[in-house]
């Protein structure tokens, strides 16, 4: 039976661990403070990250991983056994990622890898990984795992609340005038991910109705059904999402597991410290 290992990247907002449970390799997404390079959940998470931004006032960047990187994976996965691989990647409208993969498949003619751009991020991303490796692991063929994959992907959703638009005011997105009178406000925009991009929703006053927008949000989409999968991903604030959690459970159908995770540093650098939100994927 052919072995098919699944490669991802770290904006899928998985855990080593839980990653590495599920059969799955996650290639870092880099930060760079100056000079200074720091590779997701290798060398920096996002307490780290943030600890770093608050002290020093001003926000690092983020790259791609090199071709080199993807390199390493793809070949360190057929030493292990084998025999090809799929990569999924962040969405390429928000990366360059997509492309570091390519080039690094180009690298190895010889081998069997396919590269796949999600048009997802964050745990929409995870998702598309997770289904991935549990039809690797039942033995289906590329394209079967291909197809399950991407119908995981157009079933996926996230709405998140921001906490601040401080990090949005550092990165030149809102002025800095308008970021202090939305945090006088107690204004809270939310997020979703649209055409595989964070976008900008609405805005929201306090963080309890924010919440309870999120909330409503992920209601309305899954229109009374138990959706299949659903995760919480929070930027340095594991007590909010906790929390968090005890909301939905009040105003949606959940399963009986959530899991709780990082968003990751190549994402939350865009969204800031305290953000939560929730990711699911609906019913067929």
């Known amino acids: 039976m052919p072995s098919i290992a699944i490669i991802t990247d770290t904006d899928a907002s998985l855990s080593p661990a ?13 930060v760079h403070f100056g000079e200074e390079l720091y590779r997701t959940w290798v060398d920096i998470d996002d307490s780290q990250l943030f600890a770093r931004i608050d002290e020093e006032g001003k926000l690092p960047t983020t790259s791609a991983p090199s071709p080199g990187q993807f390199a390493e994976a793809y070949q360190a996965a057929f030493a292990d056994g084998a025999d090809e691989v799929i990569c999924l990647t962040v969405s390429a409208k928000v990366s360059a990622t997509y492309n570091a993969a390519l080039t690094a498949k180009d690298m ?4 069997r890898i396919t590269v796949v751009d999600t048009e997802q991020l964050s745990i929409s991303q995870g998702y598309m990984a997770l289904e991935g490796a549990k039809l690797a692991r039942e033995g289906l063929g590329r394209q ?21 638009l401080k990090y949005l005011a550092m990165s030149g997105r809102v002025g800095h ?22 976008d900008l929703l609405e805005k929201v006053r306090t963080q309890r ?5 999120v909330a409503e949000l992920a209601a309305n989409t899954l229109e009374g ?12 604030a594991p007590d909010r999402a906790r929390e968090f959690e005890r909301l939905l459970r009040q105003k949606l159908p959940c399963p009986d597991e959530i899991l709780i995770t990082e968003l990751t540093a190549g994402l939350s650098v865009h969204s800031g410290a305290g953000m939560v939100g929730v990711g699911f994927v609906t019913a067929e």
């Not at 839980?18 to 996650?26: P, V």
């Not at 006088?184 to 649209?194: A, G, T």
């Not at 299949?228 to 340095?236: G, N, R, S």
């Open 209 to 213: 109705k924010a919440w309870a927008r």
């Open 144 to 164: 079967e795992i291909i197809d399950g994959i991407m119908s995981v992907g157009e079933r996926a959703h996230f709405f998140g609340a921001l906490a601040t």
């Open 177 to 198: 005038l308008a970021a202090g009178m939305a945090n006088v406000l107690n204004i809270k925009p939310i997020l979703s991910i649209q055409d595989g991009e964070l």
């Open 108 to 111: 190895l003619p010889e081998e």
């Open 18 to 30: 839980f990653a590495a449970e599920h059969g799955i390799t996650q290639v870092p997404i880099n």
């Open 225 to 236: 059904k138990v959706p299949e999968q659903m995760a919480i991903a929070h930027v340095a």
